[in-house]
């Protein structure tokens, strides 16, 4: 099937039809754009434990409200 098939099947979906194709299209997308992890990799994670910087400006930010 062409994507000018497809359209034209598309356009004569009723609207709730159409709103089910655009969440599993949205879904697919999402599934697509999620980082994958794999078995066995090393990853580097960014923590706040010991950044001395990142406690201080919070504990402005916190004092200021």
């Known amino acids: ?11 004569n979906l009723p609207r709730p039809e159409k709103l089910k194709v655009m969440q599993f ?3 697919e997308l999402a599934k697509e754009e999620e980082p994958t ?9 960014w923590s ?5 910087e990142a406690a ?8 200021s409200d």
């Not at 706040?48 to 001395?52: A, E, G």
């Open 37 to 45: 992890l794999q078995a066995g990799a090393t990853y580097s994670l």
């Open 25 to 27: 299209l949205i879904a």
């Open 56 to 63: 201080h400006k919070l504990s402005q930010l916190l004092e």
């Open 1 to 11: 099937m062409t994507t000018v098939d497809l359209f034209s099947t598309l356009r």
């Open 48 to 52: 706040l434990l010991n950044s001395h």
